[in-house]
């Protein structure tokens, strides 16, 4: 199974900073052929399902705010949240799609200082 | 608009099996995939399984040893997903979530949780 390893466990960051959660695969998730990276970022706000709201390492679903951006490739990945604002306070998990089983990190809690 | 509603809470005793369903609405559910994921209590997710629409194939992850079956009755617009001989670290909340496609592993809509709790 791939083991995905976020750090820091928790975060706490004040409003309008910047925010950085990382994430390591114990393998590639780098696809050669399509040169497309199979991680995506889900966010649980308290009491709610996660939602997926980055995917393909650094592509944003439709809706979600220019103030989130993912970047990386291969093994390492890098969730920023820039200007953090109130609705931001959440657990944020990274996803390997790239092989069956569907594997996520530990979770990263951020929450306002 | 798309809709997926899950039975409600069930308690069971340690050996025994449970079965949660997952009834879609605003939507063709033989045209998208389904994955069942689990959240234990204060933990991170963890995948079960799916089913691809695409092939009608079922994959489940092999952590569950055989324990886990996924079952589609289009009939009823209902997926289901049947854990047997439950422990108590089976207590967790249960989510169906539809890939975006119909052999996709990205996912968009989730139902909103069965809590399975074991307990004797």
Redesign the interface.
Known sequence: DIVMTQSPDSLAVSLGERATISCRSSQSLLKSSNNKNYLAWFQQRPGQPPKMFISWASTRESGVPDRFSGSGSGTDFTLTISGLQPEDVAVYYCQQYWSAPITFGQGTRLEIK | QVQLVQSGAEVKNPGASVKVSCRASGYTLSYYAM?WVRQAPGQ????MGWINSLNGNK?Y???FQGRVTITRDISASTDYVELSSLTSEDTALY?C?RGIGSDS????Y????TLVTVSS
């Open positions: 994955h991170s997710l963890e995948w994959e992850s092999q952590r989510y979530v592993w990205l996912w968009d989730w139902g909103q949780g």
